[in-house]
């Protein structure tokens, strides 16, 4: 596990992909959260705010874990990060099972959120380097392959969940068996990425596409000096709050808004409607991170702020109005969330280089860390104020959706103001390059 898995001769890159699926298909079951919130306030007596903590704080660690493991994701490779994650996203759901059991709900906030969220992290940036220097043609399109994964897991986790406590009861005893056996299946999934990972044997891994280490190249330590990297960090962060404050508290939102409705939204239909968010984050991932290659990253950006802020409008004026509008600018906000991610690691491509750009999209991603404990509290504790206050429904979420839109205003100009690195941080030849050549056999 110390040393990175070279590939034979012969070996397609297209199983790269599917290796980096194996892990965030199964690490994306975070944002089905989400559907374990409500058994959870009925069974340990929480409120939306203390039932949002063990998500909050998982994508804290996930944050924190890819900043501070970025460096020893790239310098052990790909199937040592993805064993630590695996080993520790399904402790978490060991501990958070015993948690659950003994109705000690801090095991569950240590074990999901804790345990669990620096599975998240060091598995989320696992694969990231390796596949972009597998496809330096199409970065944006072979980030988006391996991201769709973390976006889609709910896709399969929140049906999933769903069914599992209602045949084991929404009680402390059938969300402790739902925990344990995510974290039985997880593991297993997971060791398939772990088996099939490899890393390039050149850095010029496909005769007709330019080499990986070609152009720009700053090291990490430096790109994190630069306003680029800043000024990223903040379209990232602002982007990533307006889209998990609707993820984290999608089924109680839909269910707030039509509650005083004729046709009000049942629980299985909330489920189904976080199952449509996950499918429009995953489809945001390919889709829009694909077109990044075409159109570049600065367009696609201007898309997912400027249009993410009118969506956020027409929800907070007419969304109470039609569950088909509702439903519709939250799937697009949705898609841009996802987008977002997958669109990153090729931005950082396009600003620093291939050298170390899995250490500096650790290290971008603590704005995720922020950005899930921003989203989640600016909806949830305006939304428990707002109830303690009287009011109800729709009116739960309008000053909170009006913060996202100046946030994604706050993104859209920060996006406007990245510009290529200076000249002066370039490195003239950078030694992964080399470290690579020397694992070849003689």
């Not at 089905?32 to 340990?44: D, I, N, Q, R, T």
């Not at 460096?71 to 978490?92: D, I, Y």
Request: proline share 6%; with cysteine.
């Amino acid at each position: 596990m110390s040393s990175p898995p070279v590939a034979p001769p012969g070996w397609s890159r297209w199983l790269v992909p599917p290796a980096a699926l194996a892990v965030h298909l199964s690490i994306g079951q975070a944002y089905a959260w989400s559907v374990f919130k409500p058994p959870l306030e009925s069974a340990l007596h929480l409120s939306g705010t203390q039932s949002a903590l063990p998500f909050q704080l998982a994508i804290v660690m996930l944050g924190l874990s890819a900043a501070f493991g970025g460096t020893l994701v790239e310098r052990n490779g790909p199937r040592w990060a993805m064993t630590v994650a695996l080993v520790c996203f399904s402790t978490g759901f060991l501990i958070s099972a015993l948690g659950a059991e003994t109705k000690q709900y801090w095991l569950i906030v240590l074990g999901y959120g804790f345990v669990g969220g620096i599975g998240l992290g060091i598995g989320y940036i696992s694969p990231v380097s390796t596949l972009i220097k597998w496809f330096p043609d199409r970065p944006g399109m072979a980030t988006g392959i391996a991201i769709m994964g973390f976006g889609g897991g709910a896709l399969i986790a929140s049906p999933w969940s769903a069914q599992m406590l209602s045949s084991f009861g929404g009680d402390n005893d059938g969300i402790a068996l739902a925990f344990l056996v995510h974290g039985l299946s997880y593991a297993v999934f997971m060791t398939l990425g772990v088996l099939l990972i490899r890393v390039p044997r050149s850095e010029k891994p496909v005769a007709d596409a330019p080499s990986a280490f070609e152009g720009v190249q700053v090291p990490a330590n430096t790109a994190i000096r630069t306003p680029q990297f800043w000024f990223l960090w903040v379209v990232l962060c602002t982007n990533v709050t307006a889209g998990i404050g609707i993820l984290e508290k999608a089924a109680p939102m839909i269910t707030d808004f039509f509650a005083d409705s004729s046709t009000p939204v049942t629980v299985s239909a909330a489920a189904g409607f976080v199952a449509l968010l996950s499918a429009a984050n995953m489809a945001g991932r390919i889709g829009w991170s694909s077109t990044s290659d075409l159109v570049g990253r600065k367009n696609i950006y201007r898309l997912y702020l400027g249009v993410g802020a009118l969506m956020y409008l027409l929800i907070t004026l007419f969304g109470d109005s039609s569950k088909p509008l509702f439903i519709l600018c939250a799937l697009v906000i949705l898609s841009f969330y996802g987008g977002g991610f997958a669109t990153v690691p090729a931005y950082l491509k396009d600003l620093f280089g291939t050298y170390q750009v899995g250490a500096i999209h650790g290290r971008l991603l603590t704005a995720w860390s922020l950005a899930g404990v921003l989203g989640p509290l600016i909806v949830n504790w305006i939304a428990d104020h707002q109830k303690d206050a009287g009011k109800h429904g729709s009116d739960l979420y309008t000053l909170s959706f009006g913060i996202m839109i100046g946030l994604l205003v706050v993104g859209f100009v920060a996006n406007e103001l990245i510009r290529p690195v200076n000249t002066r941080h370039h490195i003239p030849a950078p030694r992964e390059a080399v470290d690579v050549e020397r694992q070849q056999p003689a």
